[in-house]
């Protein structure tokens, strides 16, 4: 009797201990886990940090290169017999691009390639017009409908502002940015503008049908959700599925 009673007290203090191990270890599993997830997190945010300040530093580069240009006296002439050869020029030296042209007063512009646009309503013309260097939005070309990034830079003459300066690249130059940009070995990354137009994503089709990310019903739409209620603009990490899977 007292052998049955001894071994049910070392029974039970060995299934309390057991059940002691278990709640510690699920304790430690759970706040390891949840470290883990915050170190990942933060991980995510300074790589989504430090890629968009690689992207806009590069955009710095390329658009202090077109104002050097556009500072040039053959330039800012305003005289395309005088302009084309520096262009040209300048083309064999940045081929990233796929032409450089120059837009006078009226709208019209004239590119490296032969091609001619009439780009007066262009908000990057209008803009640049009004003194400011940018790179605009994903467009649709005037000159051969494909889709492409314009680079846009004011042509100043004695204070005064006489032209545009523009470059045309190809659509796919942010691709080829974001194709190298990822977290992990599965991880890749995306670009949308601030009205959630899809700029860069590993299927190109996306960019060129311009889905938008806060709009779609299709398979992006749960992503967009995530973005909403973050709110564009603000920082942090979103989970969301997509074809099925939690990311």
Do not use: C
């Given at each position: ?58 955009f710095e580069v390329q658009l202090t290169a077109l104002e050097t240009i556009a500072a040039r006296p ?67 070309s005037r000159v051969d409908n494909s889709l492409v990034l314009m680079y846009a830079v004011p042509i ?92």
């Open positions: 009797m007292k052998r049955s009673i001894a071994v049910r007290i070392s029974v039970y203090v060995g299934v309390l201990i057991l059940a002691i191990s278990v709640g510690l270890g699920l304790l430690a599993y759970n706040r390891g886990s949840s470290a883990v997830t915050k170190q990942v997190e933060e991980a995510l945010i300074m790589q989504a940090k430090e890629a968009a300040e690689y992207l806009e530093s590069r053959e330039i800012y002439s305003m005289d395309w017999n005088l302009q084309e050869p520096v262009l040209q020029s300048e083309h064999e030296r940045l081929d990233h691009y796929l032409a450089l042209g120059i837009v006078d007063a009226n709208g019209f512009a004239r590119y490296t390639d032969g091609s001619t646009a009439n780009l007066d309503d262009r908000d990057y013309v209008i803009s640049a017009m009004q003194g400011r260097s940018l790179v605009s939005d994903l467009t649709v100043n003459n004695k204070g005064k502002i006489t032209g545009v300066l523009i470059a045309r690249r190809d659509g796919r130059a942010l691709n080829d940015i974001t194709d190298r940009l990822g977290f992990g070995d599965t991880g890749w990354s995306l670009i949308v503008n601030s009205d959630g137009t899809v700029f860069a994503h590993p299927t190109f089709e996306y960019v060129m049908n311009q889905r938008n990310l806060l709009t779609d019903t299709g398979n992006l739409a749960d992503a967009g959700r995530a973005i909403r209620e973050l709110g564009v603009g603000n920082t942090g990490v979103v989970r969301y599925f997509l074809d099925g899977t939690q990311r």
